[in-house]
C-alpha cells in the first residue's frame, strides 16, 4: 500500500471521521452496577466469548445472573509478563457498594484456568459465600487499574489508536508510581469511533480520544480537569445520558477532588428536549453535603461514523448543560 493511499485509510478510520464530525463523547459511557474482567489468552474474536480460550461456564452465569434480573458488563483483559502467572488466569469482579458512593468495590482472584467458569458463578450467583475460591484471593491492595481498549480483531480503531497509548502508559507511568498503577490491555469497550477508550478503576470513568499528551493530565490529576471536558465519556454510577452530562459539568467545576465525592443523582424531570438532573454529593473526610441542579438539553444529533464511510445515516445524540446551579 503506498504512502498516499495509507493516509487516504487513516483518515476515514471511524475514529478520525467522529472527531471530524464534532462528536461530543459526553453520555456514550455504559451504565453498570457490577463488571466481571476475566483474562483470557490471544487469540481474541471479534465476540470476545467466541474467542479459542474463553473460559467455560462464564456465558451461561452470565446468562442466569440476567433472567434473575441482575446484568453484569463482562470484559476480558490480555495476559500480561508483569502481572499473570503461569495457569491461572485473573478474574476482578467491580461491583456498586451503595446508592452514593465513590469508587467501586473490587473482589479479585488469581485462579487456576480450570476453575474460571465455576468461579465467575460463584461470584455472580452467591459473591458473599465463595468457599474455596477464597484460597485464589488477592488481597485488597490500594491499586488503580486503567484498561485501555485494543481489541484491533473488533475494530481496527481500537488497535490502531489504542496500542500507541496502553504502550506509553506502561513504560512512562506504571514504574514511576511503584505499583500503585497497573496498566491493561482490554477487549472492545463499546464507542470504537471514540478509540482510543479507556475505562479508569475503581472510580468508574470512561475516557475517549485520549493522547499522549493528556496523560499526565489523567494520570497525576495534574492541571485542570476540564482541559480533558472533550474527552470524557461519563461516569458508570450514573444512569441515563442525561445525569452523565449534568455530572460532567459539575466535575469539571469542581476539579479532580470531584473524583472522591459519593454521588449519587436523579432525573427530577424530563421531556423530549431536556431534563431536570439533581445531583446530591457527599465529602468522605468532612462530610459535607451538597448538590447540583441542572437542565440538560437534548442539543442535536451528528451522524455515527462508521469506518470507511464519510457518510452514514445513523446519527448520535448530543447533550448540553443549559444551567448549572449549586444548592445550599
Known amino acids: 500500500m503506498t504512502a498516499q ?27 453498570w452496577d457490577r463488571c466481571l474482567i476475566v483474562e483470557v489468552d490471544k487469540p481474541w474474536a471479534a465476540d470476545i466469548t467466541s474467542s479459542r480460550h474463553f473460559p467455560i461456564g462464564i456465558s451461561n452465569a452470565l446468562e442466569n445472573a440476567e433472567k434473575n434480573g441482575v446484568s453484569t458488563k463482562l470484559q476480558a483483559i490480555e495476559p500480561d509478563f508483569e502481572y499473570s502467572k503461569e495457569g491461572h488466569y485473573r478474574v476482578m469482579f467491580y461491583s456498586r457498594p451503595a446508592k452514593q458512593f465513590a469508587m467501586y468495590d473490587k473482589d479479585e482472584f488469581v485462579a487456576p484456568k480450570t476453575q474460571i467458569g465455576a468461579l465467575a458463578q460463584a ?14 484471593r488477592v488481597e485488597p491492595e490500594p ?22 497509548i496502553f504502550k506509553a502508559l506502561r513504560n512512562d507511568y506504571t514504574k514511576a508510581l511503584d505499583g500503585s498503577l497497573r496498566v491493561w490491555r482490554i477487549s472492545h469497550t463499546g464507542g470504537h469511533r471514540l478509540a482510543p477508550n479507556l475505562i479508569d478503576m475503581p472510580e468508574g470513568r470512561y475516557w475517549a480520544r485520549i493522547g499522549i499528551e493528556d496523560l499526565d493530565n489523567l494520570v497525576h490529576h495534574q492541571g485542570e480537569a476540564s482541559m480533558l471536558r472533550t474527552h470524557y465519556r461519563g461516569w458508570t454510577g450514573l444512569g441515563t445520558a442525561y445525569e452523565k452530562t449534568a455530572e460532567r459539568d459539575a466535575f ?9 465525592m459519593l454521588k449519587s443523582s436523579v432525573v427530577v424531570s424530563e421531556n423530549s428536549s431536556d431534563a431536570k438532573v439533581h445531583i446530591d454529593f457527599r465529602d468522605p473526610i468532612t462530610n459535607k453535603v451538597g448538590a ?12 455515527k461514523a462508521n469506518c470507511m464511510e464519510i457518510e452514514s445515516t445513523d446519527t448520535v445524540p448530543q447533550y448540553g448543560v443549559t444551567n448549572l446551579s449549586l444548592l445550599t
Open 252 to 260: 469539571m467545576l469542581e476539579g479532580w477532588n470531584w473524583t472522591k
Open 5 to 31: 493511499r495509507e493516509s487516504r485509510v487513516y483518515d476515514r478510520l471511524c475514529s478520525r471521521l467522529s472527531k471530524l464530525h464534532g462528536e461530543d463523547p459526553i453520555g456514550s459511557a455504559p451504565s
Open 143 to 164: 491499586v488503580r487499574d486503567i484498561f485501555v481498549c485494543t481489541h484491533g480483531t473488533h475494530d481496527v480503531c481500537c488497535g490502531t489508536f489504542g496500542f500507541p
Open 123 to 136: 461470584l455472580l450467583e452467591s459473591p458473599n459465600d465463595l468457599g474455596d475460591f477464597e484460597q485464589f
Open 292 to 303: 447540583y441542579e441542572a437542565m440538560v438539553e437534548f442539543k442535536d444529533v451528528v451522524a
